[in-house]
């Protein structure tokens, strides 16, 4: 017994051991590096970098060449749209494109993509907006829905009863555009603070891809078309300003699409298959392009790709420079799960 | 022999418990009451929402009581034996000894796994009515951590009190100290739900730590 014991009590000892000392180490060692700040330019055709070197901020081409700050602005004029106006050099035409402020702003779009948003844990209780409500500002919705085995099942926050006019009402709807029970996969991007409401993307059980939207209280439930074998794993909502996508999903590959508006059409993103359960995702884009970094503990990749038909137009990497110390890990993706890190 | 230790632990203990497991279960109530009047207060609506975006279980206030009681009845339990120097004695029944010193850490135990237990049911009676069963699962997978870092915690302190040698002591608090810390990395609902098992596990296991200290102790190791 006290042989037992004593192995156990080692065991505890290394486990901690493990846990504590790297990450100790780790903090007490870390250098200050910061990540460069790194945008295509279609008017360079090149990435052009904004970094840090000896304490100063260096702007520079993917080759190295050092370029001034105005010259920087200046060659992404869709992200700095707003400085240069103020400086009245923002120009009237973009490679033969008319633009303006306001057109270069609604244009502009961001979205980040982390592997705990794919991964963690998430009550499965979904909500969804009224996206024809006629106000201005987007409200909360008054119910939540759960997806059950055979249907949809809205459930009324005020007093937890269950909405079965409105639950039946969903789920006809479903059943009239063929949705196989149940859903693989459900995805939104909850906000009152987005512009409008692309509703949710779901995965049913044959592997299609639905658009589900509430409109003025009724459902639209509409199938995207998917090119032959595509195999939709991870959706994600995008509710940009210019309304040019619909959606992103990866497929099972974890290849990337995008679904386009107005056509609903599949395309793919002309970037390597991504590591999910690590990579973090970063995509920043303009009326031209869409800058794509990839970031995990080895590398930060970043692609360009044409932001009408999504080919590759050029990439760019760096290597992580990872001298820490690996040690025992409790946390991955928001859930507490020994691993090693 | 098992009912007349548990009978000489509940003389021993019994104002700390009862007064130790009505703090617990007050605290308890009081977040469940406060879950409740949060509900009536700021709208179903927003509580439910705030469960849903922030993950995040608000019922935060209950977290280290389970802990504070499980260090604390074993400090009632073991701390007067040790000082009064009744451990020895008690070695000493014509027992076995790991069987005396289990049963009094049984008793411990089965205090603590009652009222997490009741506790337990406390919230998901009190949340049945209000919410869907999948936002009460979640609070309840997150605070199981605590509660069984209350039961950890008891069965460490156990282990640390009977240790006879300061300095021992000293190092088996600190390596005490981080194991509990495991049990309260994240306040995300659910995110302790596919480990789970380890800390139960660990849980279940740190009650052999107390042989080490027992054998110490058997042994006359002294400062």
């Given at each position: 017994?006290?042989?037992?014991?004593?192995?156990?009590?080692?065991?505890?000892?290394a486990?901690?051991?493990?846990?504590?000392?790297?990450?100790w180490?780790?903090?007490?060692?870390?250098?200050?590096?910061?990540?460069?700040f790194?945008?295509?330019?279609?008017l360079?055709?090149?990435?052009?970098?904004?970094?840090?070197v000896d304490?100063?901020?260096?702007?520079?081409?993917?080759?190295?060449?050092?370029?001034?700050?105005?010259?920087?602005?200046?060659?992404?004029?869709?992200?700095?749209?707003?400085?240069?106006?103020?400086?009245?050099?923002?120009?009237?035409?973009?490679?033969?494109?008319?633009?303006?402020?306001?057109?270069?702003?609604?244009?502009?779009?961001?979205?980040?993509?982390?592997?705990?948003?794919?991964?963690?844990?998430?009550?499965?209780?979904?909500?969804l907006?009224?996206?024809?409500?006629?106000?201005?500002?987007?409200?909360?919705?008054?119910?939540?829905?759960?997806?059950?085995?055979?249907?949809?099942?809205?459930?009324?926050?005020?007093?937890?009863?269950?909405?079965?006019?409105?639950?039946?009402?969903?789920?006809?709807?479903?059943?009239?555009?063929?949705?196989?029970?149940?859903?693989?996969?459900?995805?939104?991007?909850?906000?009152?603070?987005?512009?409008?409401?692309?509703?949710?993307?779901?995965?049913?059980?044959?592997?299609?891809?639905?658009?589900?939207?509430?409109?003025?209280?009724?459902?639209?439930?509409?199938?995207?078309?998917?090119?032959h074998?595509?195999?939709?794993?991870?959706?994600?909502?995008?509710?940009?300003?210019g309304?040019?996508?619909?959606?992103l999903?990866?497929?099972?590959?974890?290849?990337?699409y995008?679904i386009?508006?107005?056509?609903?059409?599949?395309?793919k993103?002309?970037?390597?298959?991504?590591?999910?359960?690590?990579?973090?995702?970063?995509?920043?884009?303009?009326?031209f392009?869409w800058?794509?970094?990839?970031k995990n503990?080895?590398?930060?990749?970043?692609y360009?790709?044409?932001?009408?038909?999504?080919?590759?137009?050029?990439?760019?990497?760096?290597?992580?420079?990872?001298?820490?110390?690996?040690?025992?890990?409790?946390?991955?993706?928001?859930?507490?799960?020994?691993?090693w890190? | 022999?098992?009912?007349?230790?548990?009978?000489?632990e509940?003389?021993?203990?019994?104002?700390?418990?009862?007064?130790?497991s009505?703090?617990?279960?007050?605290?308890?109530?009081?977040a469940?009451?406060?879950?409740?009047?949060?509900?009536?207060?700021?709208?179903?609506?927003?509580?439910?929402?705030?469960?849903?975006?922030?993950?995040?279980?608000?019922?935060?206030?209950?977290?280290?009581?389970?802990?504070?009681?499980g260090?604390?009845?074993?400090?009632?339990?073991?701390?007067?034996?040790?000082?009064?120097?009744?451990?020895?004695?008690t070695?000493?029944?014509p027992?076995?000894?790991?069987?005396?010193?289990?049963?009094?850490?049984l008793?411990?135990?089965?205090?603590?796994?009652?009222?997490?237990?009741?506790?337990?049911?406390?919230l998901?009676?009190?949340?049945?009515?209000?919410?869907?069963?999948?936002?009460?699962?979640?609070?309840?997978?997150?605070?199981?951590?605590?509660?069984?870092?209350?039961?950890?915690?008891?069965?460490?302190?156990?282990?640390?009190?009977?240790?006879?040698?300061?300095?021992?002591?000293?190092?088996?608090?600190?390596?005490?100290?981080f194991?509990?810390?495991?049990?309260?990395?994240?306040?995300?609902?659910?995110?302790?739900?596919?480990?789970?098992?380890?800390?139960?596990?660990?849980?279940v296991?740190?009650?052999?730590?107390?042989?080490?200290?027992?054998?110490?102790?058997?042994?006359?190791?002294?400062?």
């Amino acid at each position: 017994m006290v042989k037992f014991a004593k192995i156990y009590l080692w065991i505890l000892v290394a486990a901690v051991c493990l846990w504590q000392l790297p990450s100790w180490w780790n903090f007490l060692t870390a250098d200050a590096s910061s990540t460069p700040f790194v945008l295509y330019s279609a008017l360079a055709d090149d990435f052009v970098i904004k970094k840090t070197v000896d304490g100063k901020s260096v702007c520079e081409l993917s080759d190295g060449s050092r370029i001034a700050r105005k010259e920087y602005d200046s060659l992404l004029p869709d992200y700095f749209c707003r400085q240069l106006a103020s400086e009245n050099r923002l120009p009237d035409t973009i490679l033969g494109r008319a633009v303006s402020l306001k057109y270069l702003n609604d244009e502009n779009l961001s979205m980040r993509i982390k592997p705990e948003q794919i991964f963690g844990p998430q009550i499965p209780l979904y909500q969804l907006m009224e996206s024809q409500s006629g106000r201005v500002d987007l409200e909360m919705p008054d119910d939540v829905f759960r997806m059950t085995e055979t249907g949809i099942e809205f459930v009324r926050k005020i007093d937890n009863t269950i909405d079965e006019e409105k639950s039946q009402m969903f789920t006809q709807a479903f059943d009239s555009a063929y949705f196989n029970f149940p859903a693989l996969e459900i995805a939104s991007n909850l906000s009152e603070k987005k512009k409008y409401d692309n509703g949710f993307l779901l995965v049913d059980a044959r592997n299609r891809i639905f658009n589900m939207k509430m409109a003025k209280g009724k459902p639209v439930i509409e199938k995207i078309e998917l090119p032959h074998g595509i195999v939709p794993r991870h959706c994600f909502v995008t509710e940009f300003a210019g309304r040019h996508t619909l959606g992103l999903f990866f497929d099972k590959d974890n290849y990337l699409y995008a679904i386009t508006l107005p056509a609903k059409e599949t395309k793919k993103v002309d970037i390597p298959p991504l590591n999910l359960e690590d990579d973090e995702v970063l995509i920043m884009g303009n009326i031209f392009s869409w800058t794509i970094r990839v970031k995990n503990d080895k590398q930060i990749a970043w692609y360009a790709v044409d932001s009408q038909d999504f080919k590759l137009k050029k990439t760019y990497a760096v290597d992580q420079e990872d001298s820490s110390v690996k040690g025992l890990t409790f946390i991955k993706n928001d859930w507490v799960r020994l691993g090693w890190r | 022999m098992l009912y007349a230790i548990f009978y000489k632990e509940w003389i021993k203990t019994r104002w700390y418990y009862i007064i130790a497991s009505a703090v617990l279960l007050g605290f308890v109530c009081y977040a469940a009451l406060y879950l409740n009047r949060v509900g009536d207060l700021a709208g179903m609506k927003n509580l439910w929402d705030y469960f849903l975006i922030k993950n995040d279980s608000l019922i935060s206030i209950v977290k280290y009581i389970p802990l504070i009681v499980g260090i604390g009845g074993a400090v009632s339990q073991f701390a007067p034996e040790m000082y009064r120097k009744c451990l020895k004695l008690t070695l000493h029944l014509p027992c076995n000894e790991y069987f005396l010193v289990g049963s009094m850490m049984l008793y411990g135990c089965g205090i603590m796994v009652a009222v997490s237990i009741v506790s337990l049911t406390i919230l998901f009676l009190t949340l049945n009515g209000i919410l869907p069963p999948e936002i009460i699962s979640g609070i309840l997978q997150a605070s199981i951590p605590w509660f069984l870092a209350g039961v950890c915690g008891y069965l460490l302190t156990t282990w640390v009190v009977l240790q006879p040698v300061t300095k021992k002591r000293i190092l088996q608090a600190i390596l005490g100290a981080f194991v509990l810390r495991t049990f309260f990395l994240t306040d995300t609902m659910q995110a302790y739900t596919p480990s789970i098992w380890i800390f139960a596990a660990t849980t279940v296991l740190t009650a052999l730590l107390t042989i080490i200290s027992l054998n110490d102790f058997k042994e006359g190791r002294q400062d």
